[in-house]
């Protein structure tokens, strides 16, 4: 699945999660590969879930998928 962003950047889901780490660093903002995006994480779906300060970005896959769709993957 590719996406542009704005006019500038086509963007691979398998590029954005293959051996990136997200960093959350507020909330819905993530850094990946030195480039900072924000997305939205549905707190519901979390549920119980613990949110850690990094998880690889494979982990957070199905919200990134999510945002290319809905284009909510934006650079933060």
């Not at 699945?1 to 006019?7: C, E």
């Given at each position: 699945?590719?996406?542009?962003?704005?006019?500038e950047t086509v963007l691979k889901i398998r590029d954005i999660v293959k051996d990136n780490v997200a960093r959350f660093s507020f909330?819905?903002?993530?850094?990946?590969?030195?480039?900072?995006?924000?997305?939205?994480?549905?707190?519901?779906?979390?549920?119980t879930a613990t949110l850690l300060a990094e998880h690889k970005a494979i982990t957070l896959m199905r919200y990134i998928r999510?945002?290319?769709?809905?284009k909510t993957f934006v650079k933060a």
């Open positions: 699945m590719t996406r542009l962003l704005g006019s909330y819905r903002a993530v850094e990946v590969d030195g480039t900072k995006y924000k997305f939205p994480v549905s707190l519901e779906d979390l549920g999510k945002a290319l769709e809905d």
